[in-house]
């Protein structure tokens, strides 16, 4: 995190670098504004809001986007280079239906707090302004809120990586800790990435530019965040991992292949980005083999209606259809296993034999169900 500080406005920075009082003309700016720029050109690609007492406001283009996404009014502040600041702001204690609105729109938001007291500003004397620094980047891949989320619906956050022409595909739910990754059978990613579903895909500058690769990924192109090779290291994504599960060997977690670390390593790093350190509580990564579960492409999945029916709602699917759980852990838990059926057959008769007992044991299913129902009310 940086905390940025400088003093309040309405003195500007003349040429020498010394601040002198005055409007903001020209090429200078005010304080306040200083601040906001020395922020937002740590965040480019995300809307910054920037937190002014009880509202988030944003300014220049960041205002005429917010505005239009959220249908609120555009208005002015001040002035900057000989014109006029766009600014628009959203309330601070509902700011999460706004905040929902422009990721659902494709958006990424950095938030961006006070992280003194005002009175501590005070004590500086003068007109200090009150330190600032973003405290959370949100995409679609890494929201938090329960407002936000579908409780009987995984938020997956994944990453696609290629080492040595194998390709590996990872995944994270940050809502959950879920950790998982896969090997796709012959390279084919399509299969994997529909039965994942992610809310926000990762990929490597490199891989989004090759043309085979990016038709191959035509339909998940809205959900895409490419990042700089780098972050998709197999060696780093090694040390990222031993790191994030304090272990000195990773032997226990399966006999994942480079590519697979390199996925993974390139999810922790982008939520160590994103949460600005505070690393939300993850499982081990579970490694799930090609042969595992059966292969269905994006095609006969959408046909088949097995999580979404053809019109994209949930009601009409076999998933809508059959679901009868009362809690979110096991409408996810239900959802996940449909959508990757199982290969093995001694797994299979393994879940028939537990299906059987509890349609058998009625009393014990109902006195279970009640304690489900119990649980739900409590939360």
Known sequence: ?????????????????????????????????????????????????????????????????????????????????????????VPVHSHQSYLHRLIKNGHRVAICEQIEDPSEARKRGGKALVKRAVDRVVTPGTLIEDSLLDARSNNHLAAIA???????????????????????PQGDLSATLSQVSPGELLAPESLADDPLFATSLIDWKPLLTCLP?????????????????????????????????????????YLALTQKGRMPRLLPPRQQTATAVMAIDAATRRNLEIT?????????????????????????????????PLTDPVE?????????????????RERIRHALRVCKLSL
């Open 308 to 340: 979404a029916a053809l019109d994209g709602g949930r009601e009409m699917s076999l998933l809508g259809i059959i679901d009868r759980t009362l809690t979110g852990a096991g409408a996810r838990l239900l959802a996940s296993r449909l959508s990757a």
């Open 162 to 184: 290629r080492v040595g022409g194998e390709f590996a595909l990872a995944w994270i739910d940050i809502s959950t800790g879920v950790f998982g990754s896969a090997v796709p």
């Open 229 to 269: 090779a780098t972050c998709f290291d197999s060696l780093a994504g090694e040390r990222r991992l031993k790191r994030a599960f304090g272990v000195t060997s990773l032997d226990a977690f399966g006999e994942f292949g480079r590519a697979e670390w390199a996925a993974c390593g390139a999810l922790l790093d």
């Open 348 to 364: 299979i008769s393994g879940r028939l034999d537990m299906v059987q007992w509890f349609l058998s044991a009625s009393k014990v």
């Open 1 to 89: 995190m940086v905390e940025i500080m400088v003093a309040d406005e309405p003195s500007t920075i003349s040429e020498s670098g010394q601040l002198v009082a005055g409007n903001s003309l020209g090429p200078r700016s005010t304080p306040m504004l200083a601040q906001y720029f020395a922020i937002k050109k740590t965040h480019p690609e995300s809307l910054l809001f920037f937190r002014m007492g009880d509202f988030y406001e944003m300014f220049f283009d960041d205002a005429v986007v917010a505005a239009g996404v959220l249908n609120i009014a555009l208005t002015k502040r001040g002035r900057h280079e000989g014109a006029e600041v766009p600014m628009c702001g």
